[in-house]
Nanobody, 115 residues
């Protein structure tokens, strides 16, 4: 079955960096559009970034210039490199795969930005 597993979340100080990973299995990863979302308690899930099957990328304005999305099809893994982190980046980060008209979600990884 389809499985997405996020990792890399941690507690980091403002200005720090983290790299999130999303390991995928159960589908043809290279044919899936991959997205990252984030969510804080009591609020809806917000889109952060997308990478298409041909490596086109788009970012939310709030993270543009600080975050970089990438993928390694040989490793069935998507990444989110986050730099210059701010307290408002604190959230649970979710990986999403869109494959054959179906959305799949991981369980999320917690990122906390605090001094």
């Amino acid at each position: 079955q389809v499985q997405l597993v996020e990792s890399g979340g941690d507690l980091v100080q403002p200005g720090g960096s983290l790299r999130l990973s999303c390991g995928a299995s159960g589908f043809t990863f290279s044919q899936a559009t991959m997205r990252w979302y984030r969510q804080v308690p009591g609020k809806g899930r917000i889109w952060v970034s997308i990478i298409t099957t041909d490596n086109g990328t788009v970012y939310a304005d709030s993270v543009k210039g600080r975050f970089t999305i990438s993928r390694d099809n040989a490793k069935n893994t998507a990444y989110l490199q986050m730099t210059n982190l701010k307290p408002e980046d604190t959230a649970i980060y979710y990986c999403n795969a869109y494959f054959q008209r179906t959305d799949y979600w991981g369980q999320g990884t917690q990122v906390t930005v605090s001094s």
